[in-house]
């Protein structure tokens, strides 16, 4: 297992901006697919952004526009950035990371996926 550790979360009015970094305890140059995933009350878990080891990213239609993924090989270190924030963004936010380089034909699929943290909360009052 690779453990990943996410902090950055908090609450932030409506319009503001939160980067949240998931922090791994190795290498995470090997990772296939890196991204973050949410899951608000009742719902199952949402893939909002990832990236490929090639670079290429992909976002949520809800996060396209107002996120940024990124991610740091040399400090081992996931990161997204969240602007223009809104209510219905408010739920815990996990980093998950698939090791090795089997292709997958999506990175925003919560089963393809080998590791993931416990989560940072994030909260958008309205």
């Known amino acids: 297992q690779m453990p990943l550790v996410e902090s950055g979360g908090g609450s932030v009015q409506v319009g503001g901006s939160l980067r949240l970094s998931c922090a791994a305890s190795?290498?995470?140059?090997?990772?296939?697919?890196m991204a973050w995933f949410r899951q608000a009350p009742g719902k199952g878990r949402e893939g909002v952004a990832s990236?490929?080891?090639?670079?290429?990213?992909t976002y949520s239609d809800s996060a396209k526009g107002r996120f940024t993924i990124s991610k740091d090989n040399g400090k081992n270190t996931l990161y997204l950035q969240m602007n223009n924030m809104k209510p219905e963004d408010t739920a815990p936010y996990y980093c998950?990371?698939?090791?090795?380089?089997?292709?997958?034909?999506?990175?925003?699929?919560?089963?393809?996926?080998?590791?993931w943290g416990q989560g940072t909360q994030v909260t958008v009052p309205s």
């Open positions: 998950e990371a698939r090791r090795g380089r089997e292709f997958v034909s999506s990175c925003m699929t919560h089963a393809i996926y080998n590791d």
């Open positions: 190795e290498s995470i140059y090997n990772t296939y697919c």
């Open positions: 990236v490929r080891f090639t670079g290429a990213t």
